[in-house]
């Protein structure tokens, strides 16, 4: 059985699939690496998008020693030991620690003084954003590179180069199907081919589907596809048209495309179509993203119906989308106005709490007037708009 993922590991940067903007020429990464100027960097993404392999390929271009753990198995013993060879060394190691939102506190406290010292380069890797985990001394002292899912077409280039030169052959709904099925996730397709090539050297789509009956992640099919079903969907319960969104639900479903995928979409069109038309869609639909989460097809096909149905049925007002995209523009514009006094954090002098005046009083929270929001005469946003008119009125 053929192990596609180490047999397409890339050993240079220009073999890199689907990163473009940490590795192509003169991209900053690649540049500080070209330069061996690179600092101590944190890398996070999805799974299987080439973390370990930046990693490796960064050790290679800088001509470093390179040693891998994983911080759920990390030992100081074996940190010190490496920072002991390499005291007085003129060359310095590159450390690369996979999971590194996992790193103790003890842990992070052994790092710090060698990287204070930049005796070895520490590349940490995570799922998750790790500067949400590690110590402010350490993530002042680092910098941190997203990686993203990979597109469907650089996974058929990966495909494609998985199969040069073999005498496995794939029919093309396989070929799709594989792709689609892995959502962004190169390993897990690698994996999935290598599993399917022990079974049959014609690769079926019937024999992947046995093998894995559900997509990984958020996927799209030949052409966008899938992305352009998702779109269709979100569309239809835009329009309040219930039998087209079900039918675009059901096709996205029946393509591959995952539960969570589809849940994460209806959340958003909750708050951004939705709004407080019906603020309850916003509960609901986060409900139905952890629902589907814990799960799993088939019986999240129904949870996701009865939101995309709800969500249809609701009123809709884009009110809080419109509202905050104008404020944002005015910040951005330079519109940047003082604070009035009583309403910085200081004594509170000369601020009124309205909960002494039955719950509302009227006092200066801007200095000049600024109008972002404009609430429609739609649904609960309707009563929201008659309750602040009336207090405003006062």
């Known amino acids: 059985m053929k192990d596609f993922t180490q047999l397409l590991r890339p050993q240079n940067f220009d073999a890199i699939i689907g990163q473009e903007h940490l590795v192509s020429t003169n991209a900053p990464l690649r540049t500080l690496c070209e330069k061996s100027a690179l600092g101590h960097s944190f890398f996070y ?34 940190l010190r030991k490496i920072f002991e060879q390499y005291k007085n060394a003129l060359q310095k190691p590159l450390i690369f620690i996979d ?14 003084p060698v990287m204070e010292n930049n005796s070895i380069l520490l590349i940490g890797a995570s799922t998750e954003n790790p500067f949400f985990s590690l110590t402010s001394a350490i993530r002042s002292r680092s910098m941190l590179f997203e990686l993203k899912h990979i597109s469907m077409q650089n996974l058929h280039t990966l ?58 992640a958020a996927g799209s099919s030949e052409a966008g596809v899938h992305y352009n079903l998702a779109s269709a969907l979100i569309k239809s319960i835009r329009g309040s048209d219930a039998d087209a969104a079900i039918y675009y639900l059901a096709r996205l479903i029946e393509g591959g495309e995952s539960a969570e995928f589809i849940a994460r979409r209806l959340v958003i069109l909750a708050s951004e179509d939705v709004g407080n038309a019906n603020p309850q869609a916003l509960t609901l639909t986060t409900s139905c993203m952890t629902s589907v989460s814990k799960i799993g097809y088939p019986e999240a096909r129904i949870i996701l119906a009865q939101a995309v149905i ?62 972002f929001v404009k609430l429609k005469n739609i649904g609960y946003e309707q009563k929201m708009k008659e309750w602040l008119d009336a207090l405003h009125k006062q």
């Open 159 to 216: 495909l494609s180069r998985a199969l040069q030169d073999s005498s496995v052959t794939i029919e093309e709904s396989a070929r799709e199907y594989l792709v689609a099925s892995s959502g962004g996730d190169a390993r897990a397709m690698l994996k999935l081919l290598e599993f399917a090539t022990s079974l049959e050297t014609d690769i079926q789509l019937e024999t992947l589907k046995s093998l894995r009956p559900n997509a990984l």
């Open 310 to 371: 709800y969500l249809c049925g609701s009123p809709k007002s884009n009110a809080a989308y419109m509202a905050i995209n104008s404020a944002l523009a005015s910040v951005r514009a330079g519109n940047i106005l003082e604070i009035p006094p009583h309403l910085q954090q200081n004594d509170g002098k000369g601020y009124l709490y309205p909960h002494d005046y039955g719950g509302f009083v009227k006092q200066e929270y801007l200095v000049q007037p600024q109008y």
């Open 45 to 78: 993404g999805p799974a299987g998008v080439g973390k370990t392999s930046l990693a490796r390929v960064i050790a290679k271009s800088m001509e470093l020693p390179f040693y891998e753990f994983n911080a759920t198995s990390l030992k100081i013993e074996q």
């Open 99 to 112: 999971e590194v939102h996992r790193l103790a506190k003890n842990q992070q406290e052994v790092l710090l």
